[in-house]
Structure formats: structure tokens, C-alpha cells
């Protein structure tokens, strides 16, 4: 029971894990938690515009704006500034006029790059912290005047921007005021879930909400060109109608983009009460079926129960098996509790000890050395050994030294860590041979034992249903709880002693109480412990 459970929640943590993993940020993670523009349009036609980022930083050298270099657009973009903005001051960055990948700190740059494009780019030398930024520059004839109004026609973010944004928000101003408010239109392109819209005769404003990276956002502003009476930036065309032709066949598509949206919305929400009602229909019969399952494992219960040793031993003086090795006994020991496994560091001692009484093997001080003890294998026949105790002797045999048939216990740890997986197909060996033993003596019942693990997988499937069932089907969870709850307690009643088995582990946890208590005697009457002591320590102590 206690492997499965070790193995149950090693499970878990692993799964933990890997969630916990797949949220940690990732090395050079860039994310704005605000992104705010204000646009001061100019009667000359050139926009002041000032970029407010306040931005999450993790592991960044360097961080870049970009403009493709459109001449139909606007001419050039001059007068850059970059500051980082701490509290109520702030730190004017140094220009430098060099492309580099990794900008100096406090320093920036604003030039032509190496791919063509206009670029600005500052040292950011941050890691794991929050930092505010203004950028600020001038784009010459970012307004263009037709015969019959002006347009403001700006892309804010591009599709190349890998950096997301909680918010972003901008403001256009323009130099004067519109007579008539409806001769000021605006439309902006971008995110369906944006918005823009006309505050005043002067300013418009615009704003999106979780703006995902990649993703174009720009602005378009008409106006009646009195507006920028000295824009020199003109053409000599009609251009209104369109731009109101264009602007309603992209309004047409956004709003069926936004109509097909809304629709899946709508199909998602009906399919998830369908699928709530309906699994909660089918959570309700398989709660009924579970509550019958539980009636039929209490009555199991009852029909095996918990075996009651049907003596108490303290003490007991003789060997309870004198044929039994120290992993027969071991089996018997740590039987439903660690395990043969976890404790086969001492089932070696324990055999070492047991081959040394049968004349396989001797113990002897290394010379000078008192706490290092010698292994010297005698040259025996191991025809007579139980199979545990062969394949341990096996195993001493490759440790040992050819020539002198001899090792110490530094010597076994060494060859134990070369050799590690030889070192455990012997190890699992031996605990198949001792429950192998153990079976042929009817200490141990396999099928008993195969039961158990079967009840213990309906009990991983029913704490599994019932966690799946916290979140669709609440109706079953309690029953799956319960019913894993009483599949674990009838597969432990599997997983215990006979009566003929309770007695023999009895008489084994009382013989080691006995000799414990001997041998604890046997150091207060003696001021020096031999060897043979030290061994007895290492065999019979581990036992408490």
C-alpha cells in the first residue's frame, strides 16, 4: 500500500511540476503593461509624438522600435528623444549613431538599419523589473492635403511587434478646431475589440485591451484641410469619398468578422450548458452505480477482516525459523510497512553476517585501521545456499580481489556505484527469491497479494474520477471519493498476514527485540567491542 501510495503522489508532484514549469516566464521576456501615445498634429503638417512604455522587463539588453520607410507616408522622422522616466525625474538617454544589437545602457540610437528600416533602439540592462520609458520625435509630412480635406494616416504598432500589451491607449490632437464636429471622421484598424473615438472639435482618442504581440494597430484622421492651412504637403485630387468608400468596405468586414465571433461565442456557450447538463446527467446514474458498488464494499469488509495476532510477544528467546534467511525474515519484518526493497542495505549486512556462520566468508580488522573491516571469501561450494543468499554471495565474489578472494566495505561501495545496474538486477533478484521462498512456506499469498494491487488500481481510478468529477460532474465527486476510500481499505485487508503468518512475524519482531537487548547488555559489561560485536551491530540493530 505504501508504494502505491509513494507512486501516486510522486505522480502528482511531477504533474505539478510540469504546470509550475509551463508558467515560468521565459528567459527575455517583454511585456507592456501600458503603451500610450499622444499625437500633437501641427498646421505645417508634422505630428509631435511622445510614446509612453511602461514595461515589464526580464533578461533584456536592448529594446527596439522600428518604421518601414514609406515616402507616400511621410518624408522622414527626426529630433528622437529616449529618457527613462523614475519617480518625478528622469534620465535623458545619450545619442549614439551606430547600429548595435546591444546598445549601451542610458544610451540609444535612431538611423536607417541594416534591413532598411528606420530604427530606434535603446539600452534597457534590465532583469525582473517594471521601468517606464518616453520616447519623443517629429514625423515631417505625416499630414497629406487633398483638394478637398487632410488625412492623418498612421500605423502605431506593425505585425513585427513581438512585445504584448496589457493596454494601449493614444490620443491625436489637432492644431485647431473643426467648425462643424462631423467634418472630423476617424477610423482605426487593428484588433476587432479596439476602439476609437471623437472627445472633442480638437482630439480624438483611441484604446485596445489586451493586445496580443504581432498585431497592426493604426490610426486614420480626416479633417477639412483649413485645418492645415500651411501643409505644403499637397496633392491635387479629390480623395474624400474614397477614403469613406474604402474606410465602409474594412468597417464591413470587421463587423462581420465581429458577428462571426459573437456567433461561435454563442455556439460555445449553448455546447457548454449541453455538455453540463448532460454530464451531470451522466454523473448523476454513475453515482447511483458507485453508492451500490460502496454498499457492496462495506459488506466486503466485513467478510475479511482485520486479522488480530493471536498472541503478544515482548520477547521471544528461540529462532522462529531455522532455515530462514535474514531476506525470509526481512520479508516478514518490513511486510506492509517500507518494504524489502528500502531496506536491502541491511538484508546484505544481515546475509554477510549468516555467510560468515556457515564458513563462507570471514571479518577481520584492515591492519591499523580500526574501523575498516576486511572480506575474505573462503573457496566453498554454494550448491546448499538458499537462492537469496547465493546471489549475494555472488555478488562479493565479483567485488573480491582475484588473488587474495578479499575486499572491504569501501571497496563494496566503490564496485557498487561502477556497477550499478548489475549491482540492482542482483538486488531485485534477491526479493524475488525471498517472496519466491516466502510463497513456497505459504507465508506469502500471491494471489492474495494480486488482489490487493487490483483494488488499489480502482482506488487510483476512483480518486482520479472524483477529481475530474470536482470540475464537470460535482454530483459524482463524493461518491468517487468515498468509493476510493473503501477500495484502498478492502484491498488492505488483502494485503495482510494469515493467522499461520502473523504468528511467524510475531515471533520474529519479538527475537529482535530480545537480541537487541542482548547485545545492548553485552556493551555495557565490556569496554571493548570485538568484531563479531560490530558485525552483530550492523545485522541485528538496523532491525530497530
Known sequence: MKKICNKILL??????????????????????????????????????????????????????KTFEIDSSKYKEIIDVKVREIKGSGSIDFRKINVEKYHVDK???????????????????HAEDVTKTYEITYKIVDAVKNYTDCSEFYWQFVSTESEIPASKVTGTIILPNSVSNKEDLKTWAHGPLN???????NKQVSFEAIDFRANTMLEARVVTPNYIFANNINKVNTNK????????????????????????????????????????????VLLAIVIIKKIIKYHKELKEHPVLKPEMKLDYFRDIPDEE?????A??????????????????????????????????????GKKDQIKVTLKQKQTTELPEDEKAIYILLQE?????????????????????????????????????????EKKNYDKVSINTYHNW???????????????????????????????????????????????????RVDGTKEIYVRVFINERKRSTRVSIMGKIFSICYCFWN
Open 11 to 64: 505522480t502528482i508532484i511531477v504533474f505539478i511540476g510540469i504546470i509550475l514549469i509551463s508558467n515560468t516566464s521565459k528567459a527575455g521576456e517583454l511585456r507592456l503593461k501600458n503603451l500610450d501615445y499622444k499625437v500633437q498634429l501641427n498646421s505645417d503638417g508634422t505630428a509631435d509624438v511622445t510614446e509612453n512604455w511602461r514595461i515589464y522587463i526580464e533578461d533584456t539588453n536592448t529594446l527596439f
Open 106 to 124: 542610458n544610451c540609444f540610437y535612431a538611423l536607417k538599419n541594416s534591413k532598411g528600416k528606420f530604427e530606434i533602439a535603446w539600452g534597457a
Open 194 to 200: 479596439g476602439n476609437i473615438k471623437i472627445d472633442s
Open 240 to 283: 474624400l469619398q474614397s477614403i469613406l468608400d474604402q474606410e465602409q468596405k474594412w468597417a464591413d468586414e470587421a463587423n462581420r468578422k465581429r458577428e462571426e465571433i459573437r456567433k461561435r461565442q454563442e455556439m460555445m456557450e449553448t455546447g457548454i450548458k449541453i455538455f453540463f447538463i448532460v454530464s451531470n446527467i451522466i454523473g
Open 324 to 328: 530462514a534467511t535474514p531476506a525470509d
Open 330 to 367: 526481512g520479508f516478514l519484518y518490513y511486510f506492509k510497512s517500507t518494504g524489502l526493497q528500502y531496506n536491502i542495505s541491511k538484508i546484505i549486512s544481515a546475509t554477510m553476517l549468516d555467510l560468515c556462520l556457515k564458513g563462507y566468508l570471514s571479518f577481520e580488522e584492515v591492519a
Open 399 to 439: 567485488v573480491a580481489n582475484n588473488e587474495t578472494k578479499s575486499f572491504t566495505m569501501k571497496d563494496f561501495e566503490k564496485y557498487a556505484k561502477n556497477h550499478s545496474s548489475s549491482v540492482l538486477r542482483r538486488i531485485n533478484r534477491i526479493e524475488e527469491q525471498a517472496k519466491k521462498s516466502q510463497e
Open 456 to 506: 488499489v488500481a480502482k482506488g487510483v481510478g476512483y480518486l482520479f474520477l472524483g477529481i475530474f468529477s470536482v470540475i464537470f460532474m460535482q454530483v459524482l465527486a463524493i461518491p468517487a471519493f468515498i468509493a476510493a476510500i473503501y477500495s484502498f481499505k478492502v484491498g488492505s485487508r488483502y494485503n495482510q498476514l494469515t493467522q499461520k503468518r502473523s504468528k511467524r512475524k510475531r
